[in-house]
């Protein structure tokens, strides 16, 4: 049987005390602002109604969506508006926004409801980027935009810099399928399987490209197995590629002036054999 832990408000399983998220965090926010940033509306329904999360919500959505184009218009002068959108909607949606949260562990600290906590909602990708939207505005509140402002850029800093690399449809499945396109190496083929309990399952992911395994990867939901293992994959391609680069002619390589095979070595090696 499980340990039922107590928390920082004396309920049961409501979360682990914030006053670690707040040195996680690094910055000057008041207990009161985090604690507030850190109530689901669920909690908010089981316990006489005190201030939700949901305005700070508000407000630090628009505090990150500004770092994040701020961040992007100076950090890549040379992207169209349309490729400059596309990325900020790639750093700021859901999905990314959870995983940041989780990287913080911020779904133990959640006040959530009962009926919240035994589905899962620690884990629900929309909780977790809700909430974590309302600490960026309680930070806002508290601390003013340059606390706010280096916030983001510690947590979002590595989400752009992948985000950047990524293809047209800046998704690492997308990319892939971009490549092997190029490449003609066929479509990719994703397997997965999944294990645990429904309220908390586990997915791994294997790709397969022209008959083999390039990547595998493990997630929380099944996109996030599969593009970890699309990023392998990738990866992997451009890493062959990169040594492919050195074609025959080019200095350096096996086949050109100064290589093993350059016919000025004597060697005997036919220099019109195909690399």
């Known amino acids: 049987m499980g340990v039922v832990s107590r928390s920082w408000d004396g309920g049961v ?5 914030p006053a670690e998220l707040r040195h996680a965090l ?5 207990p009161a602002s985090l604690e507030r940033a850190l109530t689901h509306r669920s909690f908010a329904y089981e316990n006489d109604n005190p201030p939700t999360n949901e305005r700070l919500e508000f407000l630090g959505d628009s505090v990150l969506g500004l770092v994040v184009t701020d961040t992007l218009y100076r950090g ?3 992207l169209p508006e349309g490729q400059l959108a596309k990325l900020r909607a790639a750093v700021v949606q859901m999905g990314a926004l959870a995983e940041v949260a989780r990287e913080l562990n911020l779904g133990n600290y959640v006040r959530l409801g009962r009926g919240e906590q035994v589905t899962g909602g620690r884990n629900k990708p929309s ?3 809700d ?5 960026i505005g309680a930070v806002y509140i508290d601390c003013g935009l340059p606390e706010a402002s280096a916030l983001v850029h510690r947590l979002f800093d590595p989400v752009i810099a992948r985000s950047a690399r990524l293809g047209a449809g800046l998704d690492w499945k997308t990319s892939l399928q971009e490549l092997t396109a190029v490449k003609m ?3 990719p083929d994703y397997q997965v399987e999944e294990s645990g309990p429904d309220h908390q399952k586990s997915f791994r ?3 397969r490209v022209g008959g ?8 929380r939901t099944k996109k996030a197995a599969e593009q970890q293992a699309a990023e392998m994959a990738w990866r992997a391609i451009t890493a062959d590629s990169a040594r492919d680069d050195l074609t025959p002619g080019d200095p350096g390589s096996p086949d050109g002036p100064g290589g093993p095979d350059d016919p000025g070595d004597g060697d005997g090696t036919d220099p019109n054999r195909e690399s």
């Open 13 to 17: 399983n409501a979360g682990k005390d």
């Open 26 to 30: 690094g910055v000057p926010i008041m």
């Open 76 to 78: 890549y002068p040379s």
């Open 127 to 129: 909780i977790l980027a």
């Open 131 to 135: 909430t974590l939207e309302a600490v």
């Open 185 to 187: 190496l066929g479509v």
């Open 205 to 207: 992911a294997t790709v």
């Open 212 to 219: 083999r395994v390039l990547g595998s990867g493990v997630g």
